[in-house]
């Protein structure tokens, strides 16, 4: 279940590792607030990390657009799961041993940066590893290409799985689907360094000196839970892709330590719900039961407050029952 947190999220964490899709922008736009909330957390001297499984674009690239959206960040402040692989593909390989790269640029700087030197010839007898991610523009023929070599045993390692990515126009396909497709194709498991495998934010924490970092992100299946499978704290913001549906069907391991619906609710205490002789789940004016198994919440307040609620009282008849509550009369407010 959720945790209680006396202080505001800002006093209880030095280093916030944000996740950027979905969190700090969509598409190429930020959330509506975040610059502000960022210079708050600075000015209060919590620090900030931006940790994305996308692969696709070198950090520096990334973050210039950061600083285009108004936050103020420095390239060393981006960590990616291109980095996280590159680092992997290093420690087995002598440098300049040669990659197959099936991704994009983001791929290839960090592979580079390593001492590593990547290659999209796929042909290249004197491959010794391939490395794959998202690339907009990886043709069909590098894809089957770089199937074939994983398929005749050379090692693999995957950026991230996640399956889709939040854009203004909705999800999309993700690396995740190509991941599955490859280990259909040729029967390999491969290394993963992005979330939810613990390389990415190891990194992370290391490169920060860290002692009570957070993962914020929107994802439960890659942010929330590569936060516990590297044993930190984890927030949900509700600013992406998990909705009320989703979070009801979590199960532990993929729930969030807290919940706040945008950034702001970092600089507020979290309160948790408490059980009522009647059986429900209340806090802040907001009551939450389920009957027949459906999801009923009652009462007046915050839209944290109301979320908090509502996942008390759904894990808790999930863990009951194994069936996830059901929600089309569940309406959180508006924000």
Request: glycine residues 10%; contains cysteine.
């Amino acid at each position: 279940m959720l945790l209680e947190s006396l202080v505001p999220l800002v006093e209880r964490h030095d280093l916030f590792m944000f996740d950027l899709d979905g969190v700090i922008y969509v598409g190429p736009d930020a959330v509506p607030g975040v610059p502000e909330v960022l210079r708050r957390m600075s000015a209060a001297g919590v620090g900030a990390a931006f940790v994305t499984n996308n692969a696709a674009r070198p950090t520096a690239v990334v973050a210039e657009h950061l600083r285009e959206l108004g936050i103020d960040c420095s390239d060393e402040d981006v960590v990616n799961s291109a980095q996280a692989a590159a680092a992997l593909v290093a420690g087995s390989h002598p440098q300049g041993s040669k990659v197959l790269v099936v991704g994009g640029p983001g791929l290839e700087a960090a592979i580079s940066e390593v001492g590593l030197v990547p290659t999209t010839d796929a042909t290249d007898p004197d491959v010794v590893e391939v490395l794959t991610g998202y690339g907009p523009d990886v043709v069909w023929k590098t894809i089957m290409a770089g199937a074939a070599r994983v398929r005749a045993g050379v090692p693999w390692t995957a950026s991230n799985t996640d399956r889709t990515f939040p854009t203004p126009a909705g999800p999309l396909p993700g690396h995740g689907l190509l991941v599955k497709l490859i280990q259909e194709y040729s029967g390999v498991t491969p290394r993963v360094a992005g979330k939810p495998e613990r390389p990415l934010l190891d990194a992370t924490i290391a490169r920060n000196s860290a002692q009570r970092p957070v993962m914020v992100g929107d994802r439960l299946d890659t942010d929330i839970e590569g936060g516990r499978n590297a044993d930190v704290d984890t927030i949900l913001v509700l600013t992406g892709v998990t909705g009320l549906s989703e979070l009801v069907a979590a199960t532990p391991r993929l729930r969030p330590h807290f919940i706040c619906p945008t950034l702001e609710s970092a600089f507020v205490p979290q309160g948790v719900p408490t059980r009522t002789e009647a059986g429900a789940h209340a806090l802040g004016g907001w009551s939450a039961r389920v009957e027949a198994g459906e999801l009923r919440v009652e009462g007046a307040g915050s839209e944290a407050d109301w979320w908090r609620v509502a996942a008390h009282a759904a894990w808790e008849h999930l863990d009951a029952t194994g069936t996830p509550v059901l929600v089309h009369n569940a309406v959180p407010p508006l924000r």
